[in-house]
């Protein structure tokens, strides 16, 4: 009674910052990572063309979180070119270069509120249909 493996699935590389970030949110939104927000700040500055904000609720989750954006990132292509905070899971960052990625537990998001400091940045609706097709995990089917 062998039980074959599923093929290892990896994500299609990101063509551009957009893909890049949304990715990383469904990433994030596969380990339950909540109240994502993502701005696009290129216009605002110089360094990123998007900033990820997510929380999670226990500094457990921060890390789990955190590493499965590193994760889903290295298996599409794009490793992180630098990672902080992933172990105290109180707020970890995520720099892929024209996204940076902040994961929060939440009372930390709240009182350095990031949400507010970048609030002329506009944001960008996620499609949760479009994010799991991003994943192309089995028993998912992707998004026509």
Same mark, same amino acid.
């Given at each position: 009674m062998n039980n074959p493996r599923q093929p290892r699935i990896r994500p299609p590389k990101p063509q551009n910052a957009r893909e890049l970030a949304l990715l990383c949110a469904a990433a994030a939104l596969d380990k %339950? #990572?909540?109240d994502p927000v993502l701005l696009e700040v290129a216009q @605002?500055? #110089?360094? /990123?063309?998007?900033f990820l904000l997510v929380s999670g609720r226990s500094t457990?989750?921060?890390?789990?979180v955190s590493e499965n954006i590193a994760r889903v990132l290295k298996k599409a292509g794009r490793p992180a070119l630098g990672m902080e905070g992933l172990k105290e899971g109180r707020w970890a *960052? @995520?720099?892929f270069g024209e996204v940076v990625v902040h994961v929060f537990h939440e009372p930390v998001r709240e009182f350095y509120d990031l =949400?507010? *400091?970048w609030g002329d940045a506009p944001r960008v609706e996620l499609d949760q249909a479009e994010l799991d097709a991003m994943l192309l995990r089995p #028993? %998912?089917? /992707? /998004? =026509?």
């Open positions: %339950k #990572g909540e @605002l500055t #110089g360094y /990123a063309d998007y457990r989750q921060v890390s789990s *960052l @995520l720099d =949400d507010s *400091l #028993g %998912k089917p /992707a /998004a =026509d």
